[in-house]
């Protein structure tokens, strides 16, 4: 299977965006799957978490209130939805299937004035 992204771009602080990660080659409805994020010079972090059971999501501390994650299983499309952002949300983010190997190709969220 493999997860294609897209809405990644320039915002400036306050702004919003939302995220989209479409799936293929492999049942989307069963799946979970996490937004992580990588800022230069900086590890990769884990964003927040959406499984199979729409209603079950897991966000990080920087991410509570200001992100949230949903799926449209008809799509087959993941979502992170961003808002008030700030500078330090600048980073390449990637969509990942949980427990698989399965990555987005990363797309930078530039969040400046």
């Known amino acids: 299977g493999h997860l294609v992204e897209s809405g990644g771009g320039l915002v400036q602080p306050g702004g919003s965006l939302t995220r989209s990660c479409v799936a293929a080659?492999?049942?989307?409805?069963?799946?979970?799957f996490q937004w992580f994020r990588q800022a230069p010079g900086k590890e990769r972090e884990h964003v927040a978490t959406?499984?199979?059971?729409?209603?079950?999501?897991d966000y990080s501390a920087s991410a509570k209130g200001r992100f949230t994650i949903y799926r449209d299983n008809r799509k087959e499309t993941v979502y992170l939805q961003m808002t008030n952002l700030k500078p330090e949300d600048t980073a390449v983010y990637y969509c990942?299937?949980?427990?698989?190997?399965?990555w987005g190709q990363g797309t930078q969220v530039t969040v400046a004035s």
């Open positions: 080659g492999f049942t989307f409805s069963g799946a979970a």
């Open positions: 959406i499984y199979s059971t729409h209603t079950l999501t």
């Open positions: 990942h299937r949980l427990n698989y190997e399965n």
